[in-house]
């Protein structure tokens, strides 16, 4: 075994470590060394939004010893920044297995250092989180989940005191921190119990208010109070507040899907707890179809995350890609606030470099400012801090199914995107027509933009390096030509230029470096490769575009874009 590996390994069989982990390591060495070389080949990484990554026993893995480490640093971080009075810190955890356990282990550090900690009695959804850190006035906060991934997977999300997660320079300067604690003896796991409060219904009750006056079409509501919604958390915490919300809003027709009401980090009903996968939503589709509803529901195991079915134009049940979600929800704000006599000047939303550019269209098109941020929610946060008392931020939001809407919350929340989504239901069907017939309208309207997503896999401790191998190729050797379509702009947001690869001109792009790199063609498709920064993964996003006279040349229009989509992923051979 690499010598390095075998280090870490003896620093935690000789350390201050329990019995079990040593058991476990003595078994492991026995029986799986090639695990114990993968649990123990690197340190598990406090990224810009903190850790994500398998549970178990090692440096590589997400335990208790992890965990308290990055608790340490992050205390340290929040002590040096706030040396005047009381340090105030929320945290939150969702249905994982052990998310209860991690969000103890690091409420005990928190407030062993001193920070006086609100920890919520129970599960509760990331975006509540976000709220209670502006809620309760917090300078931090930590919500212990690992979103979407698979049920092996755990993690520590860290947020700053507006309610976003980690931006700069706190990202940065929380990481060196955390990679200064080099020893679990440096960790104060215990001994500030009384610093820790108890949080649930009074922070429930204050969320459900905010989410409530979101509503921009209550008399609507209650006009088709009776809309027929089926939801489904898949086994996650959006059971605690949703059917609430709903509820609140006016809606009396409210199925939840029961094989996945109850919360269990096995997730026992499906193989991936994220609503972006059809297998996912399959049992809520068909409660759906068997109750005949208007609109189905599932968010993912922190409730950030929102996925939708409807019926389309042909009466068969789909699933809205998150573009399309985004563009239904940015449209409604945009023509609803105007139609309801209360939209204002200086209003504006916030997209990413990465979602569908219809959004960027039906702004511009009803003269509401737009601006496109990297990819996640901690940059539509930052955006919105940035402008704040200059524009009124309505509604932002991402292709991987995150609405964010109102600036009362700085993180993606799907328990107000639900209701929103219902009450655009209720508001179609009060016209007559259903939320695919509202698509196809503003793709006649703005413009038929279609987008697809390829994730490509690599695990293990070579994965990352062919990632970035993969990255490096496109940008050192960018295609000139795809599909048949010349590449006329690349941008690099890791070396932050744009550049004509016709003209030859570059200019500075004026946005955080990120690695990703995007291709423009000639005929308007837009090509984006990134890699993942919670999984082991890198993405590929499509978008093509044309017109639409009329909804009669939807299906002819939507092949054509489709066909172009493969043939850009056959010619990138990422097929």
């Given at each position: 075994?690499?010598?390095?590996?075998?280090?870490?390994?003896?620093?935690?069989?000789?350390?201050?470590y329990?019995?079990?982990?040593?058991?476990?390591i003595?078994d492991?060495?026995?029986?799986?060394?090639?695990?114990?070389?993968?649990?123990?080949?690197?340190?598990?990484?406090?990224?810009?939004?903190?850790?994500?990554?398998?549970?178990?026993?090692?440096t590589?893995?997400?335990?208790?010893?992890?965990i308290?480490?990055?608790t340490?640093?992050?205390?340290?971080?929040?002590?040096?920044t706030?040396?005047?009075?009381?340090i105030?810190?929320?945290?939150?955890?969702?249905?994982?297995?052990?998310?209860?356990?991690?969000?103890?282990?690091t409420?005990?550090?928190?407030?062993?250092?001193?920070?006086?900690?609100?920890l919520?009695?129970?599960?509760?959804?990331?975006?509540?989180?976000?709220?209670?850190?502006r809620?309760l006035?917090c300078k931090?906060?930590?919500?212990?989940?690992?979103?979407?991934?698979?049920?092996e997977?755990?993690?520590?999300?860290?947020?700053?005191?507006?309610g976003?997660?980690?931006?700069?320079p706190?990202?940065?300067?929380?990481?060196?921190?955390?990679?200064?604690?080099?020893?679990?003896?440096?960790?104060?796991?215990?001994?500030?119990?009384?610093?820790?409060?108890?949080?649930?219904?009074?922070l429930?009750?204050?969320?459900?208010?905010?989410?409530?006056?979101?509503?921009?079409?209550?008399?609507?509501?209650?006009?088709?109070?009776?809309?027929?919604?089926?939801?489904?958390?898949?086994?996650?915490?959006?059971?605690?507040?949703?059917?609430?919300v709903?509820?609140?809003?006016?809606?009396?027709?409210?199925?939840?899907?029961?094989?996945?009401?109850?919360p269990?980090?096995?997730?026992?009903?499906?193989?991936?707890?994220?609503?972006?996968?059809?297998?996912?939503?399959?049992?809520g589709?068909?409660k759906?179809?068997?109750?005949?509803?208007?609109?189905?529901?599932?968010?993912?195991?922190?409730?950030?995350?929102?996925?939708?079915?409807?019926?389309?134009?042909?009466?068969?049940?789909?699933?809205?890609?998150?573009?399309?979600?985004?563009?239904?929800?940015?449209?409604?704000?945009?023509?609803?606030?105007?139609?309801?006599g209360?939209?204002?000047?200086?209003?504006?939303?916030?997209?990413?470099i990465?979602?569908?550019?219809?959004?960027n269209e039906?702004?511009?098109?009803?003269?509401?400012?737009?601006?496109n941020?990297?990819?996640?929610?901690?940059?539509?946060a930052?955006?919105?801090?940035?402008?704040?008392?200059?524009?009124?931020?309505?509604?932002?939001?991402?292709?991987?199914?995150?609405?964010?809407?109102?600036?009362?919350?700085?993180?993606?929340?799907?328990?107000?995107?639900?209701?929103l989504?219902?009450?655009?239901?209720?508001?179609?069907k009060?016209?007559?027509?259903?939320?695919?017939?509202?698509?196809?309208?503003?793709?006649?309207?703005?413009?038929?933009?279609?987008?697809?997503?390829?994730?490509?896999t690599?695990?293990?401790?070579?994965?990352q390096?062919?990632?970035?191998?993969?990255?490096?190729?496109?940008?050192?050797?960018?295609?000139?030509?795809?599909?048949?379509?010349?590449?006329?702009?690349?941008?690099?947001?890791?070396?932050?230029?744009?550049?004509?690869?016709?003209?030859?001109?570059?200019?500075?792009?004026?946005?955080?470096?990120?690695?990703?790199?995007?291709?423009?063609?000639?005929?308007?498709?837009?090509?984006?490769?990134?890699?993942?920064?919670?999984?082991?993964?890198?993405?590929?996003y499509?978008?093509?575009?044309?017109?639409?006279?009329?909804?009669?040349?939807?299906?002819?229009?939507?092949?054509?874009?489709?066909?172009?989509?493969?043939?850009?992923?056959?010619?990138?051979?990422?097929?």
């Open positions: 075994m690499d010598a390095s590996i075998q280090e870490r390994i003896n620093v935690w069989v000789n350390g201050n329990d019995a079990d982990t040593r058991n476990t003595a492991m060495q026995k029986n799986h060394p090639e695990e114990l070389a993968d649990a123990f080949y690197r340190n598990l990484e406090f990224g810009t939004g903190g850790l994500r990554g398998l549970m178990g026993v090692g590589n893995r997400v335990n208790k010893y992890t308290g480490m990055a340490q640093g992050f205390a340290n971080y929040l002590k040096k706030y040396t005047d009075g009381d105030k810190l929320a945290i939150a955890h969702d249905s994982r297995n052990n998310s209860r356990f991690f969000a103890e282990t409420a005990n550090v928190f407030a062993a250092n001193g920070i006086k900690v609100f919520f009695e129970s599960l509760r959804p990331t975006p509540e989180l976000s709220f209670a850190i809620h006035g931090a906060g930590v919500v212990c989940t690992a979103s979407h991934n698979p049920r997977y755990n993690g520590y999300k860290a947020y700053w005191n507006d976003g997660q980690l931006v700069p706190h990202d940065k300067n929380v990481i060196t921190e955390v990679e200064a604690i080099h020893s679990v003896d440096e960790v104060k796991w215990t001994g500030g119990e009384a610093n820790i409060t108890l949080i649930g219904k009074e429930d009750d204050a969320y459900l208010n905010m989410v409530k006056e979101l509503s921009v079409y209550p008399d609507v509501i209650a006009q088709q109070h009776d809309l027929k919604i089926v939801y489904t958390p898949i086994h996650g915490t959006g059971i605690t507040l949703v059917p609430e709903l509820k609140r809003f006016g809606f009396t027709n409210v199925t939840v899907v029961e094989e996945q009401a109850t269990d980090g096995n997730f026992p009903t499906v193989a991936y707890p994220n609503p972006e996968e059809s297998e996912t939503m399959s049992i589709l068909q759906a179809k068997a109750l005949d509803a208007d609109i189905l529901l599932g968010t993912d195991p922190d409730a950030d995350r929102v996925g939708i079915g409807v019926k389309n134009h042909k009466g068969e049940w789909v699933l809205m890609n998150g573009n399309q979600t985004a563009v239904l929800a940015f449209a409604y704000m945009i023509e609803a606030r105007k139609a309801k209360i939209a204002r000047q200086n209003d504006m939303v916030i997209t990413t990465v979602t569908t550019e219809m959004i039906v702004a511009r098109q009803n003269s509401v400012g737009c601006y941020v990297l990819t996640g929610f901690k940059w539509i930052e955006k919105i801090k940035e402008l704040e008392g200059r524009e009124n931020y309505i509604i932002g939001g991402e292709e991987s199914f995150g609405l964010m809407i109102g600036d009362q919350i700085r993180d993606k929340d799907a328990v107000s995107a639900v209701a989504m219902c009450e655009m239901a209720a508001y179609e009060a016209k007559g027509r259903s939320l695919f017939d509202k698509m196809i309208e503003l793709y006649v309207q703005y413009g038929f933009y279609y987008e697809n997503l390829i994730s490509i690599k695990k293990g401790m070579n994965g390096k062919e990632i970035a191998a993969m990255m490096e190729g496109y940008r050192n050797q960018p295609p000139s030509t795809i599909n048949g379509s010349a590449v006329v702009t690349l941008l690099d947001y890791e070396l932050q230029i744009g550049k004509n690869l016709q003209t030859g001109e570059t200019w500075t792009i004026q946005l955080p470096k990120s690695n990703v790199l995007q291709f423009i063609t000639a005929d308007g498709s837009k090509i984006s490769a990134r890699p993942s920064g919670t999984e082991p993964k890198i993405k590929f499509f978008s093509v575009h044309t017109t639409l006279a009329s909804k009669d040349e939807f299906d002819t229009k939507q092949l054509e874009l489709e066909n172009r989509i493969k043939g850009i992923i056959r010619d990138m051979q990422l097929g």
